[in-house]
T-cell receptor, first 115, second 116 residues
């Protein structure tokens, strides 16, 4: 069963704690992305990675960190420096070929609540 | 230059009617325009996409119309059904040429409610 897995579905943390969100894909996609979604807003790009051991900041990277040690995994850490971390976090992946399609496929999301 | 503006913010349509959602972009380098459908608490799902070499693409009840000169594209849902009630996002990216990263720029989303 191919797809993108995000865990957990719901996550609760106290303010000041770092938390890591998991994202795994078995689609053999090269590129992976992390987005943040707030109520009534579109998706905003946090970080993306086109190949293993390389990643770039998106539009709202402050207070977040990522790693890409394996092609299938792209965990996101929400640090205590993130001012307003409560949100719905979405992971996506796509094939990166340089000349082909960049169709992005999304995981089911993780809803993070920080109190 | 990187924005994608989507309207309306919300839309109510009767069952069987046509739902129309519009998007406008600024960056003429964009060459890939997908639409995503998202149900509450779920991740967005790719619905249909178009590239600027065609002016229209149809898949079942869903049609994208693309106007390159106006830098606008729209989603038409024919014979709208209650099961189509969801949030729809347009997006744009630069797939080809220098600087292509596959990064999607999303519109703000449109919440569609189809009344029975």
């Amino acid at each position: 069963d191919g797809g993108i897995t995000q865990s957990p579905k719901y996550l609760f943390r106290k303010e000041g704690q770092n938390v890591t969100l998991s994202c795994e894909q078995n689609l053999n996609h090269d590129a992976m992305y992390w987005y943040r979604q707030d109520p009534g807003q579109g998706l905003r790009l946090i970080y993306y990675s086109q190949i293993v051991n390389d990643f770039q900041k998106g539009d709202i990277a402050e207070g977040y960190s990522v790693s890409r040690e394996k092609k299938e995994s792209f965990p996101l850490t929400v640090t205590s420096a993130q001012k307003n971390p409560t949100a719905f976090y979405l992971c996506a992946s796509s094939i990166y070929s340089g000349t082909g399609s960049y169709e992005q496929y999304f995981g089911p999301g993780t809803r993070l609540t920080v109190t | 230059q990187q924005q994608v503006k989507q309207s309306p913010q919300s839309l109510i349509v009767q069952k069987g009617g046509i739902s129309i959602i519009n998007c406008a972009y600024e960056n003429t380098a964009f060459d890939y325009f997908p639409w995503y459908q998202q149900f509450p608490g779920k991740g967005p799902a790719l619905l249909i996409a178009i590239r600027p070499d065609v002016s229209e693409k149809k898949e079942g009840r869903f049609t994208i119309s693309f106007n390159k000169s106006a830098k606008q594209f729209s989603l038409h849902i024919m014979d709208s059904q209650p099961g189509d009630s969801a949030t729809y996002f347009c997006a744009a990216s630069k797939e080809h040429g220098s600087g292509n990263t596959g990064k999607l720029i999303f519109g703000q989303g449109t919440t569609l409610q189809v009344k029975p």
